[in-house]
């Protein structure tokens, strides 16, 4: 089995936006898929969750957008491990449209939990023995990821309540990271900013729980198209991050 996975995807009608790209969303479901599938080759994916009652759990992701593919445009899709270290896992995604050239690149972090217990715990030592790490011939596109600041939005930032939706909860009994991008682009449009992000960073705080009936939006647009958001609801901050446009 190869270090770095790799599939080839075409980008389909229910994943484009109203200017017929492909959405924030439809690219994080990508890149999703991407590590899902990988990490399920060595048998340390979602069906960990069966055999170890063990999962990862997406901490924080930067991804920068070179150009947003149209509506049945082919894709590659790759990624790879940058490598673990205790409770931690590093990913990196490149996403290539109709050359060599990536039209997305990102790095994330994952954390390895209990799901019973929530409480982080070292990835097993099988696991280290036969995960690979690196692969990728792109390097590392943020190898600042974990001490990127990610200041709130300020106190007079605009609000925007978004209905959570049954599909937004996944098999692990809450929302999907992916749904948060959905939530995000949904408020940009709501307020009147542009919804073709360039990059986005963003640190998922708490879990939103499936019983929670819509969530707010918190977003301070800034010099540069600069946006820094937040998604609230409760007293809680489920995320916070930054979006450039």
């Known amino acids: 089995m190869e270090a770095k996975l790799t599939f080839s995807t075409t980008v389909t009608y229910g994943d484009v936006d109203r200017n ?37 759990v ?10 947003h593919p149209h509506y049945e445009d082919a894709l590659r899709v790759e ?13 990196e ?24 217990s929530k409480a982080l715990v070292r990835v097993p030592e099988d696991i280290l023995a036969t995960f690979p790490r690196g692969g990728g011939d792109g390097g590392i596109f943020e190898p600042e990821l ?34 948060y991008f959905d939530f995000l682009q949904t408020a940009l449009a709501r307020a009147g900013l542009p919804t073709l992000v360039k990059a986005v ?4 705080a708490k879990e939103i729980p499936p ?18 958001f937040s998604v609230e609801g409760g007293g809680e901050v489920f995320a916070q991050g930054m979006a450039l446009l």
């Not at 898929?33 to 990862?56: C, M, P, Q, V």
């Not at 990610?150 to 929302?175: I, Q």
């Open 20 to 56: 017929e790209v492909l959405s924030l969303p439809g690219l994080f479901r990508l890149l999703q898929e991407g590590a899902i599938r990988h990490a399920n080759l060595f048998d340390a994916g979602t069906r960990t969750k069966e055999t170890r009652g063990e999962s990862w």
């Open 93 to 116: 995604f490149r996403v290539f449209c109709d050359g060599d050239t990536p039209v997305a690149s990102g790095s994330s972090l994952w954390l390895y939990v209990n799901l019973k």
């Open 211 to 228: 019983d929670a009936a819509r969530v707010t939006v918190r977003l301070e647009k800034q010099d540069g198209g600069r946006v820094p």
């Open 146 to 179: 974990e001490r990127l600041a990610l200041p709130p939005p300020g106190a007079d930032a605009a609000a925007v309540e978004v209905s959570v939706r049954y599909s937004d909860v996944d098999a692990n009994n809450h929302v999907n990271n992916t749904a």
């Open 201 to 204: 960073r963003i640190k998922f």
């Open 58 to 67: 997406l901490n924080r992701i930067a991804v920068a957008v070179a150009r």
């Open 79 to 91: 990624t790879w491990s940058a490598g673990i270290r205790g409770f931690r896992g590093y990913r």
